[in-house]
C-alpha cells in the first residue's frame, strides 16, 4: 500500500468547459486542457489564498475567488506534456467534512451526484488515513458519511 489513497481508489472528477478538478482530503487539483504546444512563458498563472487566475497566450480560461481557503505558498501549477496545466492547491481544512462543492464560489459546481461521490471518497480516505493498517480503496460507502462520516474522536479507545 506504497501508492497514495488516491492512486489505489481513483478519483471522482468534476468535468468543466475548459478540462476538470477534482479533490483529496488535503488537495484540489485543477487540470486545464490547452492548445497543443503551448509553451511556459505563454502561461500566466496567479494563485492566492482565496483566489486563482489563469491565462493562456493572453486569454482568460479561469479566474475567480475559490470555494474555500488554501495555503498560497503551497499552491502550484505545472505544464504536462505542453497540452495540459495541471494546478495543486492545499486546503487550509484538511477533513472529510470539507469536501468542496464547486471550484469556484459561484463556477464549476458538482452535480449533485459528483458530489456525492466526491463526499464518500473523501470519507473512505478519511478512514484509510485514521486506519492505516486497512485499505479502503476499493471500499464502499452508505449511511452517514455526508460532513466527512460519523465523529468517534470522543469515544475512549
Not at 63 to 78: M, N, V
Not at 134 to 156: M, Q, R, V
Request: net charge negative.
Amino acid at each position: 500500500m506504497s501508492a497514495p489513497f488516491e492512486e489505489r481508489s481513483g478519483v471522482v472528477p468534476c468535468g468543466t468547459p475548459w478540462g476538470q478538478w477534482y479533490q483529496t482530503l488535503e488537495e484540489v487539483f485543477i487540470e486545464v486542457q490547452v492548445p497543443p504546444g503551448t509553451r511556459a512563458q505563454d502561461i500566466q498563472c496567479g494563485l492566492q489564498s482565496r483566489h486563482v487566475a489563469l491565462a493562456v497566450g493572453g486569454h482568460e480560461i479561469l479566474k475567480g475567488k475559490l470555494f474555500d481557503s488554501t495555503i498560497a505558498d503551497e499552491g502550484t501549477w505545472t505544464l504536462e506534456d505542453r497540452k495540459m496545466v495541471c494546478i495543486v492547491l492545499t486546503k487550509t481544512k484538511r477533513d472529510a467534512a470539507n469536501c468542496w462543492t464547486s471550484l469556484l464560489e459561484s463556477e464549476y459546481a458538482a452535480d449533485p451526484w459528483v458530489q456525492d461521490q466526491m463526499q464518500r471518497k473523501l470519507t473512505l480516505e478519511r478512514f484509510q488515513k485514521e486506519n492505516p493498517g486497512f485499505d479502503f480503496s476499493g471500499a464502499e460507502i452508505s449511511g452517514n458519511y455526508t460532513k466527512g462520516g460519523p465523529d468517534f474522536s470522543n469515544l475512549e479507545k
